[in-house]
Structures are given as C-alpha cells and as structure tokens.
C-alpha cells in the first residue's frame, strides 16, 4: 500500500521547515542500512542534526516548488544530485563533527549472496570449527587444508573477494561456516551542501593548519617574483626592507666615519 495524501503533504512540509530551517545539509546513501540502525544513528545525532529519508520523487518535487519561485535559488543543485538510495541529514552545527558521527556509526554484516563486496575480504590461516567431513567444500573453493586435532585447518591466507566483486553462494556460505561477518555499513556522504555550494566529504578533511600553510607557501612564492621583477607588494615590501637594512648595515661595518644606531652592534662585533 502507498504513502497516504496524508502522510505526504505531512512529509512535504516537513522538508519544507527543514530547508529553510538548516544552512548545511549531508547528502548520504543508505544502501544495505537497516531502519535499526538508521534509528542509532538519529540518536547519536539528537541535538546536532536531522535524517529526513523518502522516495527521490517526493523530495524532489518539494525541491522543484522551490524552483518554480525562483529559478536559480541554490537548492536546484541539490535536485541535481538527487539519485539512487539517497537522505538528508540537516544540521546548523560543524560538519566535521556530523561526519564522524556519520562514519562513526557502522554496523557488521554478514556476506550474502549477490552483494557486491564493498572491500576485500582475506581469510586468515588458523584452524575452523569444521569437522574433516567438510574437507570436500574447502577443496571445491580452492582452499589448501590440513587436518589438526580433529578440524579442518586453513593453511595459508585466502583471498575469498576483492571490492566490487559478486558474493557467490559458496563465498557466502564459507564465511557463515567460519562465523566471519566481513562487510560493515553505515550511512556513506556522498556530497556536502552549504550555504548554495555542493562539494565532496573530502573537502572536510581540510584543516585551518593546512589552510594556513598553503597560504604561506603561496605568499613566498609571490614575494619571489616580485623582488625579481623589482615590483613592490605586500609580500615583497617586507623583504625588500629587509634587504635594504643588510645593505647599509655592511656598508656602515665596511666604513669608519659613517654609522647609525642599528649598525653599532654589528660594527663593535667586527672590531
């Protein structure tokens, strides 16, 4: 049964608060996340920030009425990244602080059969809780096996999957033998919306000393060219003064009938 007219219009005013309520919004994808633990993670963010999921016909239709008043109001960009198994989370608060809250959050998962394995899985040697009637199914997998103390032994390193590829039954069914839950889930950042600009979660990886630094380096090198081309700037002036100071203290050292203040210090060391 579907959404009730009801239940719509409830949730179409409800974006619609959020929107204008909220300056930074976590665009994520919850492929594989459970309302379980969607629920954890609404808790871990009680105070700092809002989840709003739905279907992508709805929260798109909320963002076009914004559109129809004013074509190029900024939430247009979200519209355009709106895509697949996609949610909001609103906050007014530090993003990078939301983010780890974000990623912070993962649940252990299981292999099944015909996900897409989101990372490698490796299989350490060590013994299992398999009895040697089972020794048929390692050798179908490819598996090098011993028999030690009444169980099956893996001997060396197995790399079952690698990212991307396609969970088959047998890789499924091995895992659950061994107990091993290889996969974790969590609500993924696609993209980060503030105040009209769209960037990527990377952007928040950006600190005020790295900031700072590329600004000195950019500074240096500006004040390079300019002393070479003799133009003065706000980061050459103070080099070029500098200089200047080198230059009369050397010549003041290098002559006994001419000194000033600054210059006395240098020239008593010299005698």
């Not at 709805?58 to 559109?67: A, E, G, I, Q, W």
């Not at 895509?83 to 780890?100: A, C, I, P, S």
């Not at 706000?234 to 009938?257: D, M, R, T």
Request: proline residues 5%.
């Amino acid at each position: 049964m579907g959404i009730t007219r009801e239940r719509k219009a409830e949730y179409f005013e409800r974006m619609k608060v959020m929107l204008g309520q909220y300056t930074k919004i976590f665009m994520v994808t919850c492929d594989n996340v459970g309302s379980k633990q969607i629920q954890q993670i609404r808790a871990s963010l009680r105070g700092k920030a809002e989840i709003l999921m739905g279907k992508n016909t709805m929260m798109r239709k909320v963002l076009n009425s914004y559109l129809e008043d004013d074509p190029n109001h900024p939430f247009g960009l979200l519209a355009a990244e709106l895509q697949g198994n996609m949610g909001y989370v609103f906050t007014n608060g530090d993003l990078g602080e939301v983010r780890d809250v974000l990623l912070g959050n993962t649940v252990p998962a299981p292999a099944r059969p015909g996900a897409l394995a989101p990372c490698d899985v490796v299989i350490p040697p060590g013994p299992t809780d398999c009895d040697p009637g089972q020794t048929a199914f390692f050798q179908t997998l490819q598996i090098a096996t011993k028999i030690a103390k009444g169980r099956i032994e893996i001997v060396s390193d197995v790399h079952l999957l690698k990212k991307g590829d396609k969970v088959g039954q047998s890789e499924a069914l091995l895992l659950q033998k061994l107990n091993i839950e290889p996969f974790s889930y969590a609500l993924q950042i696609y993209k980060v919306y503030d105040g009209g600009a769209i960037f990527t979660a990377e952007v928040l990886d950006i600190t005020d000393d790295m900031l700072t630094a590329k600004f000195g380096r950019g500074c240096g090198q500006l004040a390079a060219v300019c002393l070479m081309v003799g133009i003065p700037t706000l980061a050459s002036v103070p080099h070029s003064i500098g200089n200047a100071y080198k230059v009369l203290v050397s010549l003041a050292v290098g002559c006994e009938s001419f000194s000033f203040e600054k210059a006395d210090a240098y020239k008593a060391l010299v005698k």
